[in-house]
């Protein structure tokens, strides 16, 4: 079998869909890692600095270089290369290798045409191929092949057609200046240098450059694997309006959709229910479980949807199940004796939340904030928190562990003084006026010594927004009958936010 090389020219920039007559150049770490045609044609090259590409072309476009977005723009290519041929080997954003059918599309001149002509049809109108015994010489090949064309280096000439290539070609920097420095300007040369030497002087590495540069490429295709398809759809002929009948014909697709996952050792932890009406998608919604999903599961979700939503207001055409997260069956098995308690609790609440509704069952989760009211969170039973405020970044003046273990819905006034009786406030740098001395954890209750007091923790909150700007401090007080508060005091005013146990 042997390998076709196809290669898109400047990807970086093709992938950031830059007009082609436009100067424009990507840069990564102060260099020139890509350029467009008309920019070469100023004297822009690869490897050039910023200041120098700017220099040669002041009407220069600067992008900012983004792996992420060249891997996802290649995607499309890959794809349709491979409805033609599996087994593609994507090496890098913009160049990718096969083998060579022998005899499928009739030889490999054409099959390199047809794959050219699906690629341009995706408004690629560079593309080069070559096709060679060895990816490496194959690459190469499609380097110095013409736009929309193939370069076919012949069964066994691999070693003859790298021979007068630059050893710049093996694209290792630290090889490449240190053959230079050597008197070995070419691939060829380098190939006649004996292996023995080679590892001696070069190591390894060196030695795997020599075998590229003999034709003796040692890389075989690593062929991606597409995955398989999860979603699992059904489609209502005719529409049906009502929630019941809809559920019930889903359920034998729930059910093969957890079985199609359970046979590749997979459980879904997370799904995205969509719902078309009228030829045109009505809901869409990701729902968790924090386990994972079975199909009785997967049914209550559908039903709520539709019995939540305003935006289904006509006939039900189809309904989707979207896996959007699953994870290895092992990672949720039950262990040799089931989970017990567990188990019974969550069957238990999962029976009264499809009694009562998705959200008529909800949990205490922690988020990000300053007071112990701020950082209290209800949501659905079983969905991840993942709108609330991360509670890992820095909270300026949040309160130290451990958290008070009651707060309060409506946080009673109290009233804190000093020893001669004068009230205790903070200034604005967060000095103590005075040492809190005796206090009333409510107005109407009896004063208590304070037998020990920690803080202030001051807060300054919406400094920018004058309606909204809040400045207050938090204390810890002790009282002698060993009762302990979260007490708060915002001007001259205080109040009982929480208290210990």
Do not use: K, N
């Not at 060196?206 to 991606?224: F, K, Q, T, V, Y």
């Amino acid at each position: 079998m042997r390998t076709l090389a196809v290669w898109c020219p400047d990807w970086p920039v093709v992938a950031a869909r830059v007009p082609v007559t436009v100067p424009a150049a990507v840069i990564a770490g102060g260099e020139v890692l890509a350029c467009s045609p008309a920019a070469r044609l100023e004297g822009v090259r690869r490897g050039m600095r910023r200041r120098d590409a700017q220099s040669r072309c002041p009407e220069l476009t600067l992008l900012d270089h983004r792996p992420e977005l060249d891997a996802r723009a290649f995607e499309e290519v890959l794809a349709a290369i491979e409805d033609l041929t599996p087994g593609v080997a994507p090496l890098r954003p913009g160049l990718c290798a096969l083998r060579v059918p022998p005899r499928y599309h009739g030889g490999e001149r054409e099959t390199a045409a047809v794959i050219a002509e699906r690629v341009v049809e995706l408004g690629l109108w560079d593309v080069r191929l070559g096709i060679a015994d060895g990816m490496f010489a194959a690459e190469q090949a499609s380097r110095r092949a013409l736009t929309q064309d193939v370069l076919i280096v012949a069964p066994g000439g691999s070693a003859d057609f790298l021979a007068d290539l630059p050893v710049e070609a093996a694209d290792d920097t630290a090889m490449v200046d240190l053959l230079r420095r050597l008197g070995v300007r070419t691939l060829g040369a380098f190939a006649s240098l004996a292996a023995g030497d080679v590892r001696t002087r070069f190591g390894d590495h060196g030695m795997l450059l020599h075998r590229l540069a003999r034709g003796e490429d040692p890389h075989p295709i690593s062929r991606r694997s597409m995955p398989p398809e999860f979603t699992a759809g059904l489609t209502l002929e005719p529409p049906v309006e009502l929630v019941e009948p809809i559920v019930f014909s889903l359920r034998r697709t729930a059910e093969s959709f957890v079985q199609r996952l359970a046979d590749h050792q997979l459980v879904c932890t997370a799904v995205t229910v969509e719902v078309d009406a009228d030829g045109a998608l009505a809901s869409s919604r990701t729902w968790r479980h924090p386990r994972w999903f079975s199909s009785v599961d997967l049914l209550d979700r559908v039903r709520w949807q539709l019995q939540g939503t305003d935006t289904v207001r006509a006939p039900v055409d189809a309904v989707r199940l979207v896996p959007e997260e699953t994870h290895g069956l092992g990672e949720h098995a039950e262990s040799l004796f089931g989970s017990g308690p567990d188990a019974e609790v969550e069957r238990g609440v999962a029976r009264v939340q499809s009694l009562l509704g998705h959200d008529a069952v909800q949990a205490v989760a922690v988020q990000g904030g300053r007071g112990p009211a701020d950082r209290q969170r209800l949501v659905p039973w079983g969905e991840r928190d993942d709108t609330g405020r991360p509670a890992g970044r820095p909270w300026p003046g949040r309160l130290p562990a451990p958290a008070p273990a009651t707060v309060f819905d409506s946080p009673p006034a109290a009233v804190v003084v000093g020893a001669e009786g004068q009230p205790v406030g903070v200034s604005g740098r967060g000095a103590v006026s005075a040492a809190p001395a005796r206090f009333r954890a409510t107005a109407d209750g009896d004063w208590q010594p304070v037998a020990s007091w920690a803080g202030p923790w001051p807060v300054d909150e919406r400094w920018w927004d004058e309606a909204g700007a809040r400045r207050l401090a938090r204390f810890q007080v002790v009282g002698v009958d060993g009762s302990a508060w979260l007490m708060v005091v915002e001007g001259s005013r205080w109040w009982t936010e929480a208290r210990y146990d």
